[in-house]
């Protein structure tokens, strides 16, 4: 079992984990080899200590640098939930096994688009934010299929080669998906109704479809989908000083805790989030 589970690699978990590979703990961090999306968008940042006037991209290749240096793994997965136990918390990515640790420091960011309409609250009832976990339910059957990134087109394609027919409504340029079974929606998804067998996509245009089941594929989801159980303030988890959240052991960092969405801000909490870690850790042994 680890002390801590850090997840997401933007700025503010990036400064948890180098504090807490300073301070010798045993840790597993969960993101992307390539760190932050925002931060590789980044045209200038002018306000970080250090850094004068740099590009996001020369920012991340500053951290990759260090990261490195110190001998810091990031464990390149797609966390998918996070579930409190008596005295530890249960990771899951994907279909694997469950990772425990004692505590979870959560550094997910902000979503940058807002939830569809109906898709939180038919979370487990026809909506799944993982294809390798739940596609062999929908062998043979009808889908949808929302995705925000092209980093997801292999997953498509995955579900592709289970269901019958997937209705693909793809929010970006270029998909690679070539799938004889895959419907490009020349529309977006609206507003997403659950049904005991069948569920219902509408699409802005107004078009109803059924389908059986519908995968919501991207890069950031609700804390209270990810997290059950936490509590959030105006759309962001609420946090103490400490960075503590309302549940023990569980920490949160970085944009996720609300604005100013600030490096600046993200580094400094993320290092406060990992030494409320430490503390923690040692006062419940």
């Given at each position: 079992m680890?002390?801590?589970?850090i997840?997401g ?14 301070l ?5 961090w969960?993101g ?13 940042i ?8 740099v590009?996001g991209e020369?920012?991340r ?13 990031i464990?390149?997965?797609m ?14 990515c994907?279909?694997d096994?469950?990772i425990e640790a004692?505590t979870?420091i959560l550094?997910?960011?902000v ?8 898709e ?8 799944s ?12 059957k009808?889908?949808?299929v ?6 997801y087109?292999?997953?498509v394609?995955?579900?592709a080669s289970l269901a019958s027919k997937?209705?693909?409504f793809c929010?970006?340029?270029?998909s690679?998906?070539s799938n004889s079974n895959?419907?490009f929606?020349?529309d ?5 109704k659950p ?11 107004g078009?109803?479809?059924?389908v059986?089941?519908i ?6 989801y ?9 509590e ?5 988890i609420?946090?103490t ?5 309302n549940?023990k052991g569980?920490f949160a960092a ?5 604005r ?8 400094g ?17």
């Amino acid at each position: 079992m680890y002390d801590v589970a850090i997840i997401g690699t933007g700025a503010a978990g990036i400064s948890a984990a180098l504090t807490l590979k300073q301070l010798n703990k045993n840790f597993i961090w969960f993101g992307s080899d390539n760190l932050s999306f925002k931060i590789n968008k980044a045209e200038k940042i002018r306000n970080y200590p250090g850094l004068i006037g740099v590009s996001g991209e020369e920012m991340r290749d500053v951290f990759k640098k260090q990261i490195k240096e110190m001998g810091i793994e990031i464990t390149n997965k797609m966390v998918t939930g996070v579930y409190k136990g008596d005295d530890k918390y249960s990771i899951l990515c994907g279909n694997d096994d469950a990772i425990e640790a004692k505590t979870v420091i959560l550094t997910t960011g902000v979503l940058i688009n807002k939830p569809i309409k109906g898709e939180v609250e038919a979370v487990g009832s026809g909506v799944s934010y993982c294809a390798t976990c739940d596609g062999f339910l929908y062998k043979d059957k009808e889908i949808a299929v929302y995705s925000e990134s092209k980093e997801y087109d292999h997953e498509v394609s995955y579900l592709a080669s289970l269901a019958s027919k997937v209705y693909f409504f793809c929010n970006y340029k270029d998909s690679n998906v070539s799938n004889s079974n895959v419907i490009f929606m020349d529309d977006k998804m609206q507003e997403i109704k659950p049904g005991l067998k069948q569920k219902t996509v509408i699409t802005k245009k107004g078009e109803e479809i059924k389908v059986n089941g519908i995968f919501i594929l991207k890069s950031s989801y609700s804390p209270s989908v990810l997290v059950p159980g936490i509590e959030e303030l105006d759309n962001h988890i609420k946090v103490t000083r400490k960075m503590e959240t309302n549940m023990k052991g569980l920490f949160a960092a970085g944009d996720c805790t609300g604005r100013p969405y600030q490096y600046a801000k993200a580094v400094g909490e993320g290092n406060v989030a990992a030494h409320s870690v430490v503390e923690y850790l040692a006062l419940n042994k």
